[in-house]
């Protein structure tokens, strides 16, 4: 069965850079949710989109930023790089509300160097 | 606002041996409850989830668990544990007024079975 794909898979960047994370989610899957789980810590909400609009908002820095696009994958784009942004992305989809729980990607591990 | 503990950081069991993860929740209206688990560099993998209904619920790879309302609990259970099990689990919850995907994770516990 399909599941959600993340890409890319592991990005390395420097301080005050840029990165996009991208997030397919699993088709006809229509709500999209981003976490970020820092090293040796849960995973915490920050965003998630429901039919191409925020649905809710959790602790996401105000340098981050994300959206869904009309094919349903999502991007998260993170400006200014920090070192304590090194962490592993998730995301994960579910069908909106026909569905009872999320299905998460393998996650990104982006290290800010 | 919802909360979930999970009192402890490791669990160690020999294979074979009955496994427990402990996790306790708070809530403001009525739980969704949920349990994943986590290999390392890899994914969280959906195991169980508690919606309404039995209180025993029976998910994926032979996992249970039970939820007690008064206790504010839903502890994971395997009746035998394989050393494949030995993973990070992470129970988490929903308060139903939220969107499915938006969870509140405990801190998290280590699995780690011997043969």
């Known amino acids: 069965a399909a599941g959600v794909i993340q890409s890319p898979r592991h990005l390395i960047k420097e301080k005050r850079e840029t990165a996009t994370l991208k997030c397919y989610p699993i088709?006809?899957?229509?709500?999209v949710y981003w976490y970020q789980q820092g090293p040796g810590q849960d995973p915490q909400f920050l965003i998630s989109?429901?039919?191409?609009?925020?649905?809710d908002k959790g602790s996401i820095p105000d340098r981050f930023s994300a959206q869904q696009f009309s094919d349903y994958h999502s991007e998260l784009n993170m400006s200014s790089l920090e070192l304590g942004d090194s962490a592993l992305y998730f995301c994960a989809s579910s069908p909106g509300t026909r569905g009872t729980e999320a299905f998460f990607g393998q996650g990104t591990r982006l290290t800010v160097v | 606002a919802q909360s979930v503990a999970q009192p402890e950081d490791q669990v160690n069991v020999a294979e074979g041996n009955p496994l427990t993860v402990k996790c306790t929740y708070s809530v403001s209206g009525n739980p969704y409850l949920f349990w994943y688990v986590q290999y390392p560099n890899r994914g969280l993998q959906f195991l169980l989830k508690?919606?309404?209904?039995?209180?025993l619920v029976k998910g994926s790879y032979g996992f249970e668990a039970e939820f007690n309302k008064s206790q504010t609990s839903f502890h994971l259970k395997k009746p035998s544990a394989l050393v494949s099990d030995s993973a990070l689990y992470f129970c988490a919850v929903r308060d139903s007024t939220d969107s499915w995907g938006k969870l509140q994770f405990g801190a998290g516990t280590q699995v780690v079975v011997t043969p």
């Open positions: 088709p006809r899957h229509d709500t």
């Open positions: 989109f429901y039919e191409k609009m925020q649905s």
């Open positions: 508690y919606i309404t209904g039995d209180n």
